[in-house]
């Protein structure tokens, strides 16, 4: 199974551009394996990430989860002003408290300008982006979240091995 | 395990404790058989769960998508509901297993059935199949590309 899309401008990017190493997690704002694998993937940037190009899609399970799509959406209007990573990282670090009050508090929290954002969270842009990126991570053959791509071939386990591979293949 | 261009055994299941669904009031209709070893076990939710998001995906091709286990209609009301599931689970519990004998994915050693996806096309017949490993949880690329195909 491989990615596609490939990683392209549309898409939120950490770490080293055009990196030999690239890494796409497919991930839901309200599962509680995303949320496990957060502080180890952030535990990964910090020692890697300057080896590692890092990938962020939405694939939120709205039906189980109520608030993954809002969280996704909120996250991508946070993108609009230039915060999609402090929205992102936020959302996970305050995973047991998301709601939707939870979450217009931390687009204020982050400073984001709330008219434009009140403005943004309605558009179908934004819930086009967050379907496409769905659509993309079905066709790749994501088969629940967290998923994650390592040079756009599926890793079929979890943050702690793409963890424990990176210590070895990153010099 | 049946196979591409076989019939597609017909069978009438209940779909909810007072209704059933025969496959033969699909035809004219793509019908997706996702059978699954049971209720409750994490595999098998995360894979209904991925279904469940998936369902304008399957609407697109107009295929419509049912669960089969040889858990009962009780069991499989519960795990619907607790799971939000917006399509139905059908029940081959009694006599147990026999439509997933008749395709070929049944597992005697479990009791239960193996995790196999069909993809039936308007008139009835098998256009692709396959058998997952009974613990990986086999997403739905499979499933759009042989829609895709149709």
């Known amino acids: 199974m491989s990615l596609q899309p490939e990683v392209s401008k549309t898409d939120h990017i950490q770490g080293k551009k055009d990196a030999k190493i690239v890494i796409v997690e497919y991930g839901d704002y309200q599962c509680p394996y ?15 990430g300057k080896r590692i190009e890092f990938v962020f899609r939405n694939f939120p399970l709205s039906e189980m989860h109520q608030y993954a799509r809002p969280a996704a959406i909120v996250a991508e209007a946070a993108a609009l002003q230039g915060k999609f990573w402090e929205m992102h990282d ?8 998301l709601d939707e009050a939870f979450l217009l508090e931390l687009a204020d929290k982050l400073g984001l300008d709330s008219r434009q954002f009140n403005m943004d969270i309605k558009k ?4 086009a982006k967050v379907d496409s990126d769905f659509e993309s991570g079905v066709m790749s053959g994501v088969n ?28 | 395990m049946l196979k591409k261009n076989d019939i597609a055994p017909d069978f009438t299941l209940f779909a909810t404790p007072d209704q059933k669904i025969a496959l033969s009031e699909f ?10 070893p049971a209720d409750w076990s994490p595999v098998c939710s ?27 209609k009780w069991c499989h009301m519960a795990f619907s509901q607790s799971r939000n599931l917006h399509f139905p689970l059908l029940a081959d519990f009694e006599p147990k297993g026999e439509i997933s004998k008749k395709y070929g994915v049944y597992n005697d050693t479990e009791g ?22 009974m613990a990986v949880n086999p997403g739905a690329d499979g499933i759009l590309e042989a829609l895709e195909k149709l």
């Not at chain 1, 949320?35 to 535990?43: T, W």
């Not at chain 2, 209904?48 to 669960?67: Q, R, T, V």
């Open chain 1, 34 to 48: 995303c949320g496990a694998a957060y502080p180890v993937l952030k535990e990964m940037m910090e020692k890697y």
């Open chain 1, 90 to 97: 936020a959302i996970y670090e305050n995973q047991e408290y």
């Open chain 2, 27 to 36: 035809k004219g209709k793509n019908v997706i058989l996702a059978f699954y």
């Open chain 2, 46 to 72: 995360d894979q209904m769960a991925l279904y469940n998001e998936m369902l304008k995906f399957f609407k697109k091709y107009d295929a419509e998508i049912f669960g089969i286990s040889v858990d009962s």
């Open chain 2, 112 to 133: 239960e059935c193996n995790r196999a996806l069909f993809v039936i096309d308007k008139e009835g017949i098998i256009q692709w199949s396959y058998l997952s490993p």
């Open chain 1, 124 to 127: 179908s842009e934004l819930a």
């Open chain 1, 144 to 171: 629940g979240t967290p998923s994650f791509f390592v040079n756009g071939r599926k890793f079929n386990a979890g943050a702690d091995d793409l963890l424990q591979l990176m210590s070895e293949i990153v010099k």
